[in-house]
């Protein structure tokens, strides 16, 4: 009887090849819309002060880079006007079906441009890496099926929380009923069979955005759902330097009540901010769109060595 | 003892105490929503009523673990209501009702060494050696002729419990047992 060495890595053909066909259609997409791909450190003294994010550390005042955010729109205040990145992020306890400590984050960036054009973005992206990976004709994803030709729905938080949870969220919901519902009820509602852009959230819950005009109760972030998996969160960037500081500063606060690490303010970000005008920037999880377009399990069949076996 | 567990230390098969009863993690989920804060959904298993239920945890919330530990000890004898054992490392005696013991009850012969689950000292379940060997105490005599077919008859083992043997084992025989299945293994020579 012939044993199998490899720890299972013959079996992660199909996916590896998955992976490099959404990553060569990832590089393809920005290049016709002519972005720059950039990369940033992944060590850094000055990670995002974010409430439920913990960097790794990586030595004395050294983290490992949790997003590449904040460098990446360093990058778009100095003028470069659309930019892209492919890199590893890093967060300290996030072990599960959809979640690694170490997993590839794509990140994109437009000056001069707001959340519904990354949500146009979205819909070309998603398209092309479909067509460069689909093997079949039919896809499924954990049994039901999924299709991103078809017209994706586009619901405001509001709306998803009186439709699947039954009431409707204000500009300052409690969080963890917000969060418990939106894990629990919502989420695994949106997507199905095209992915689903859930937009509009409170206020409170969206940190890092900007409030949307005309409606000082929801700022204007959005995440992309499909089959009821969290793929992508973008938004209007924040860009006022004052409001930013405080909110970092409250998050620094909180982090070091918690988990007892007095964080850094990330003050070369903030100094970046005076020169940065009106941009919006989104987040996608690459591993998770290989497990969308290739069905797989778990995060740990999409990568060659997950933490198990790295 | 038990120790303090944080929700980032849940994992399937981790042992925790809820309201003074032990509980064991038979599914597990981490889920992380948006920039939100981590969920670990726990399907838990009560240790000793079997009853099962869901729930979400935080992180922040904090556990103790089940006080649990195996302690080897020998069956002696069963007084019809409870079962008797003697703990092989202090030599006393304890009894476990017919519920604690369950199915591991079918496989108890007088000196099997089993391990008993202690929580916080009080016996709530037991497992025990994953082969067995029994007498067979009836048993029908096996129909000539047909001893490669394959066909099995019942048999009643000496504890009472009734399974299926090849029809060549007789009575007053001794088989072997994989108390995982419940199947015979085979005949042994004692």
Known sequence: ?310 | MAAVLTAGELRKGVKLEIDGEPYLITDFEFNKPGKGQSLYRCRLKNMITGIQFDRTYRSGDKFNSADLEEQEMQFLYSDGENYHFMNMSNFEQIEMTYEAVGDASHFLSENLLVNVLLFQGRPIGLSVPNFVDLQIVSSAPGIKGDTASGSTKPATLSTGHVIQVPLFVEEGETVRIDTRTGQYVERVKV
């Not at chain 1, 005009?213 to 759902?225: C, D, Q, S, T, W």
Request: glycine letters at 8%.
């Open chain 1, 1 to 310: 009887m012939e044993t199998d060495n490899s720890g299972g890595l013959g079996g992660k053909r199909r996916f590896l090849e998955t992976r490099c066909r959404v990553l060569g259609s990832i590089r393809a997409f920005f290049e016709t819309e002519g972005f720059l791909e950039v990369q940033t450190p992944l060590l850094t003294a000055a990670p995002v002060p974010e409430l439920h994010i913990s960097p790794i550390p990586a030595g004395p005042r050294l983290f490992l880079s949790t997003s590449p955010e904040l460098h990446m729109k360093r990058l778009l205040a100095a003028g470069f006007e659309k930019i892209f990145q492919i890199t590893r992020s890093f967060r300290a306890g996030e072990l599960g079906r959809f979640h690694h400590p170490e997993f590839t984050i794509l990140e994109w960036y437009r000056l001069a441009a707001d959340y519904t054009d990354l949500q146009r973005d979205c819909q070309k992206l998603v398209r092309a890496a479909c067509r460069a990976s689909r093997q079949s004709s039919d896809l499924f994803f954990h049994g039901s099926p999924i299709d991103c030709s078809s017209p994706w729905e586009k619901i405001t938080v509001a709306r998803a929380f009186e439709k699947f949870a039954g009431w409707v969220p204000g500009p300052n919901p409690d969080t963890d009923r917000f969060d418990l519902d939106m894990s629990q009820k919502v989420q695994k509602n949106l997507g199905f069979p095209a992915p689903c852009i859930l937009e509009d959230y409170p206020v409170s819950q969206a940190a890092l955005a900007r409030i949307k005009p005309g409606n000082p109760e929801v700022a204007e972030r959005f995440e992309l759902f499909w089959a009821g998996v969290e793929l992508a969160n973008g938004f209007s960037e924040l860009t006022d330097p004052v409001e930013q500081r405080m909110r970092f500063c409250s998050a620094i606060e909180s982090k070091k009540r918690l988990e007892g690490i007095d964080y850094p303010m990330p003050e070369a970000f903030l100094l970046s901010l005076e020169n940065l005008g009106p941009c919006a920037g989104i987040a996608l999880g690459v591993d998770r769109l290989v497990m969308l377009l290739s069905d797989a399990d778990s995060i740990d069949d999409v990568v060659a060595f997950g933490p198990q076996t790295a």
